[in-house]
């Protein structure tokens, strides 16, 4: 468990310290800018639509293989546009 939580903290300062902006805000804005609800995106990544929403209000820091999932979610759905 550790292993998971540090490995998603060091993605977290690397994104932080790349564009001074945290995961959840990137989440958002990515997902709204391709038009798909937090429903849409769990159906694509396997990630509930609560954690999502959790995790795009800043309650959550994800762990390295669900932000993976949405991220491979979010560039996938790019493909398709």
């Given at each position: 468990?550790?292993?998971h939580i540090?490995?998603?903290i060091r993605i977290e300062e690397r994104r932080s310290k790349a564009s001074d902006q945290?995961?959840?805000?990137?989440?958002?804005?990515?997902?709204t800018s391709k038009k798909l609800t937090k429903v849409q995106l769990s159906r694509l990544s396997g990630?509930?639509?609560s954690h999502i929403g959790?995790?795009?209000k800043g309650?959550?820091?994800?762990?390295y293989d669900i932000a993976?999932?949405?991220?491979?979610?979010l560039e996938e759905r790019a493909d398709i546009e």
């Open positions: 468990m550790e292993i540090e490995a998603t945290p995961f959840g805000e990137w989440l958002w804005q990515e997902r990630v509930s639509d959790r995790i795009e309650e959550r820091i994800p762990r993976r999932k949405l991220q491979r979610a």
